[in-house]
């Protein structure tokens, strides 16, 4: 809840930010130049930290979810062989209970 409020907060401040920012800027990299608003290369450049953020996080995420299925798998496998050791104790007190008397 607190990371969404974040969040929420710092894209607030960057819209605010780049709607303050209007004026028309000359962008150039190597040979290209393109001429816009300084409002799209401010959210044009926040999108591109967010997709690279995202993508930088997807091998983290994998391999957290596939430890996740391997743990769950071997909890389920242990859980198996606890109730099949309980079943053998359960059946071997009963065949070596004392017989009645009577």
Same mark, same amino acid.
Not at 44 to 69: D, E, K, P, Q, Y
């Given at each position: 809840? &607190? $990371?969404?409020?974040?969040?929420?907060? #710092?894209? %607030? *401040?960057?819209?605010? +930010?780049?709607?303050?920012? =209007?004026?028309?800027?000359?962008?150039?990299?190597?040979?290209?130049?393109?001429?816009?608003?300084?409002?799209?290369?401010?959210?044009?450049?926040? &999108? $591109?930290?967010?997709?690279?953020?995202? #993508?930088? %996080? *997807?091998?983290?995420? +994998?391999?957290?979810?596939? =430890?996740?299925?391997?743990?769950?798998?071997?909890?389920?496998?242990?859980?198996?062989?606890?109730?099949?050791?309980?079943?053998?104790?359960?059946?071997?007190?009963?065949?070596?209970?004392?017989?009645?008397?009577?």
């Amino acid at each position: 809840m &607190g $990371v969404l409020f974040l969040a929420l907060v #710092l894209a %607030s *401040l960057t819209a605010v +930010f780049a709607l303050q920012n =209007t004026d028309a800027v000359t962008v150039r990299m190597l040979m290209w130049e393109y001429q816009t608003s300084l409002v799209l290369v401010i959210l044009g450049s926040v &999108g $591109v930290g967010i997709a690279l953020t995202f #993508l930088s %996080s *997807l091998g983290r995420r +994998f391999r957290r979810s596939h =430890t996740i299925r391997s743990l769950q798998s071997t909890v389920d496998s242990q859980g198996a062989r606890i109730r099949e050791l309980e079943e053998a104790l359960r059946l071997s007190r009963a065949n070596t209970s004392p017989p009645a008397s009577g």
